[in-house]
């Protein structure tokens, strides 16, 4: 009995061992092993553009563009995901929904002659009578205009001359006020204004002179190359062929891509043209991530004292 109770013992051991590297081999091959990318966009007359992201060769994301976009994932062999799948799937239903439509307006062109006749009589017959009551109603309306037209100008007429001063009175007096009270409802608003701005400014110069904001601001801009470095493609070539009539502007560009290419250092071979416009160009990067720098970077944001209290303000 003890001896069966020991290979139990052992078996389960031996799974438990088992199950727990392969938990440490996948979670070091995701942190170490790099994901994988690579670019490819061309512009002649019209875009074009091809990525691919892969991850061991078992995860798969590819992505092109050519006046339409496609997007596959594929896990192994197996497509897990195809949009071009999912947008004839519906443009089907909307083909069927279409056909649902028409068939109703089929079996009512469908119907024989005296069918339509009948209709027709039955619909002639109330429009007759709108008619008719629409030329009632305008004859009534007119005639009560004429009307009321005929008092007013008894009542002008009987009005006296005080009373008309007295009305012009009144109503340049309301003009007069609501001009007061949106002046005054004008110079609140500027004077809400101009406080909120100094509030805002005294904010931000209190911001970037507090010494912590910028040990802060620094810190953050060293993880942020960090990170460029992590992420930058490996290899990668740049070409442009621009041009310009105006050979002006054409200099202005070339001077801004020289400030450019000396800040970053990025290899580019730009092919300039003038007096014509011309906007041509492809990319290749390729690179490789790797999950765990990332990871890094992020704990070394996250832990910072600064940090935290900059996020629980």
């Known amino acids: 009995m003890l001896h069966v109770l020991l290979l139990i013992l052992k078996i389960t051991g031996i799974v438990i061992a088992c199950i727990l590297g392969l938990v440490i ?10 994901v994988r990318y690579k670019v490819n966009a061309d512009y002649h007359d019209r875009f074009k553009a091809q990525a691919k992201v ?13 006046e339409e ?3 596959k994932a594929k896990a ?7 949009n071009n799948d999912e947008n004839s799937k519906v443009s089907e239903q909307k083909k ?25 009589e039955k619909e002639e017959k109330p429009q ?4 008719e009551a629409v030329n009632e109603t305008k004859e009534d309306v ?14 002008i007429q009987n009005r006296s001359f005080f009373n008309k001063v007295k009305d012009k009175c009144f109503v340049i007096y309301t003009k007069i006020k609501e001009i007061i009270k949106l002046i005054r409802d004008t110079v609140k608003k500027i004077s809400g204004a101009a406080d909120r701005l100094k509030e805002k400014v005294s904010k931000t110069k209190e911001f970037v002179t507090d010494e912590d904001n910028k040990a802060l601001f620094h810190f953050l801009v060293e993880q942020l190359k960090a990170l460029i470095k992590v992420i930058r493609p490996k290899k990668y070539r740049i070409n442009a062929r621009i041009g310009f009539e105006d050979p002006v502007t054409m200099g202005k560009v070339l001077a801004y891509v020289s400030i450019l290419y000396g800040m970053s250092g990025v290899d580019l071979s730009l092919e300039p043209v003038f007096g014509e416009n011309v906007k041509e160009g492809s990319i290749f990067l390729k690179g490789n991530i790797c999950i765990f720098s ?17 996020i629980s303000r």
């Open 54 to 66: 892969s991850w061991l060769g078992i995860l798969r994301l590819m992505i092109s563009y050519d």
């Open 76 to 82: 192994f062999f197996i497509t897990v995901y195809n």
């Open 128 to 131: 007759i009578k709108m008619a």
């Open 69 to 71: 976009l496609d997007i």
């Open 96 to 120: 069927a929904n279409k056909k649902k439509e028409k068939k109703p307006e089929e079996n009512i062109f469908s119907a024989s002659d005296k069918d339509v006749e009948k209709l027709t």
């Open 142 to 155: 007119q005639n009560v205009k004429e009307a009321v037209s005929e008092d007013e100008s008894g009542n």
């Open 294 to 310: 990332v990871l890094v970077i992020a704990l070394r944001v996250y832990r910072n004292e600064q940090f935290k209290k900059f």
């Open 25 to 34: 081999l996948v979670v070091t091959a995701v942190l170490f092993v790099p």
